[in-house]
């Protein structure tokens, strides 16, 4: 399973570290994505993140203020988003991806497993 962590609320312009643990996984080779969701509106891809190698991808709309990371030994995702705007309110996803491609992916649909979500509200 998923399970999120590090969500509240923050002020603009503050920074905020969103904690993903995955475990339970039958899979050693696996993707780990950050998605975000308003009510009301599509779920947003921010990252994703290979588990063997490390490697990244962002979307576009979110280069430069969002970092993912990962520590195996402890099976954890980090997101950290910093220059907190109002915009960036919503609830974040992490979602698994047990069958990745070789440049990752960014699709709500190559995921087959998502956590609970995280709520992060940002004031102004």
């Known amino acids: 399973k998923l399970v999120e962590s590090g969500g509240g609320l923050v002020q603009v312009g503050g920074s905020l570290r969103l904690s993903c643990l995955a475990s339970?996984?039958?899979?050693?080779?696996?993707?780990i994505a950050w998605f975000r969701q308003v009510l009301g509106q599509e779920r947003e891809a921010i990252s994703s993140?290979?588990?063997?190698?490390?490697?990244?991808l962002y979307a576009d709309s979110v280069k430069g203020r969002f970092t993912v990371s990962s520590d195996n030994a402890t099976n954890m995702v980090y997101l950290q988003i910093d220059n907190l705007k109002p915009e960036d309110t919503a609830v974040y996803y992490c979602?698994?991806?047990?069958?990745?491609?070789?440049?990752?992916?960014?699709?709500?649909?190559?995921?087959?497993?998502w956590g609970q979500g995280t709520q992060v509200t940002v004031s102004s």
């Open positions: 979602a698994a991806d047990f069958f990745p491609g070789d440049s990752g992916s960014l699709s709500y649909y190559d995921y087959d497993l």
């Open positions: 339970g996984f039958g899979f050693d080779d696996y993707d």
């Open positions: 993140i290979h588990r063997t190698d490390g490697s990244t």
